[in-house]
């Protein structure tokens, strides 16, 4: 499996983004995405099964972004709406060939990683 992110940007606070990552093969357990901000380690921000199942977010996110699964591209999306200049971030997209009940949040529990796409919210 090999996953390509895109649609990252730059967009004012308040602002929206749709992040996607196509997926060469099907992953069948778990796809999240998370984000790197310059100087900080990699953080959750949401996952959900490739079946279909409960979103999970991060506290920092709920409300604001969701992540779903477009069949007709086998990619897995991020929308992300009302930016805060704290999400700028490098965005990575994640899968896995299994299914976590409470692992869903660490990046050691997932196969395989896309490039990463820059989102940068501006103040």
């Known amino acids: 499996v090999q996953l390509q992110a895109s649609g990252g940007g730059l967009v004012q606070a308040g602002g929206s983004l749709r992040l996607s990552c196509a997926a060469s093969?099907?992953?069948?357990?778990?796809y999240a995405w998370f984000r790197q901000a310059p100087g900080k380690e990699r953080e959750f921000v949401a996952a959900?099964?490739?079946?279909?199942?409960?979103?999970q977010y991060a506290d920092s996110v709920k409300g604001r972004f969701t992540i779903y699964r477009d069949n007709t591209n086998n990619a897995m999306n991020l929308r992300m709406n009302s930016l805060k200049p704290e999400d700028t971030a490098v965005y990575y997209c994640?899968?896995?060939?299994?299914?976590?009940?409470?692992?869903?949040?660490?990046?050691?529990?997932?196969?395989?990683w896309g490039q990463g796409t820059l989102v940068t919210v501006s103040s």
């Open positions: 093969g099907r992953p069948f357990g778990d």
């Open positions: 994640a899968a896995a060939n299994r299914v976590f009940s409470s692992n869903y949040h660490l990046a050691s529990a997932y196969d395989y």
């Open positions: 959900n099964t490739w079946r279909g199942g409960k979103a």
